[in-house]
């Protein structure tokens, strides 16, 4: 199965979404239908909701900041979005390997770059990493800064 569990959410990029279990396709179809057509490259599948999240540039970017979120509550069809263009501390994306298929051409480089912070202990206490300052904090307390997806000495 594609994609990465996060407490009741799987996350899962949009060129991995046929690997879904087809109940978790129609849950992500039924949000889709609900909402149009609006940008999105990741999608947050829960039992009940549905997000579907716009990262910056994806493929390029080591961890990718959010920039819009759509929540769809699948049982009452509301939706909320949310802008965070411009922020000064986004939210980032980080083990983006696990949510593309083991075929991405791609997904290789990405699991070495995670291994090797791994091995640094830069993904220790996860919870206290989600947000952009925090993360380049704990990559400079490593001593490393990552440059496209290499890690670099300071």
């Known amino acids: 199965m594609v994609g990465k569990r996060v407490r009741d959410a799987l996350?899962?990029?949009?060129?991995?979404?046929?690997?879904?279990?087809?109940?978790?396709?129609?849950?992500?179809?039924?949000?889709?239908?609900?909402?149009?057509?609006?940008?999105?490259?990741?999608?947050r599948?829960?039992?009940?909701?549905?997000?579907?999240?716009?990262y910056?540039?994806?493929d390029a970017a080591a961890f990718p900041a959010l920039i819009a979120s759509t929540r769809i509550d699948?049982?009452?069809?509301?939706?909320?979005?949310?802008?965070?263009?411009?922020?000064?501390?986004p939210?980032?994306?980080?083990?983006?390997?696990?949510?593309?298929?083991?075929?991405?051409?791609e997904a290789a480089l990405w699991a070495?770059?995670?291994?090797?912070?791994?091995?640094?202990?830069c993904f220790r206490d996860p919870h206290l990493i989600g947000r952009r300052k925090a993360w380049e904090a704990r990559l400079e307390a490593a001593g490393v800064r990552v440059e496209g997806h290499a890690l670099c000495p300071i």
């Open 91 to 105: 939210l980032i994306l980080h083990r983006k390997e696990q949510l593309v298929s083991a075929e991405h051409p």
């Open 45 to 54: 599948i829960e039992q009940q909701a549905v997000g579907l999240l716009l």
């Open 112 to 121: 070495e770059l995670t291994a090797k912070l791994e091995a640094l202990g």
């Open 74 to 89: 699948l049982a009452s069809g509301a939706v909320s979005s949310r802008n965070f263009k411009g922020s000064a501390n």
């Open 56 to 58: 910056e540039a994806f």
């Open 11 to 43: 996350y899962v990029h949009r060129t991995a979404v046929d690997g879904l279990k087809p109940e978790l396709r129609e849950l992500l179809e039924a949000a889709s239908q609900l909402v149009g057509d609006r940008p999105w490259n990741v999608a």
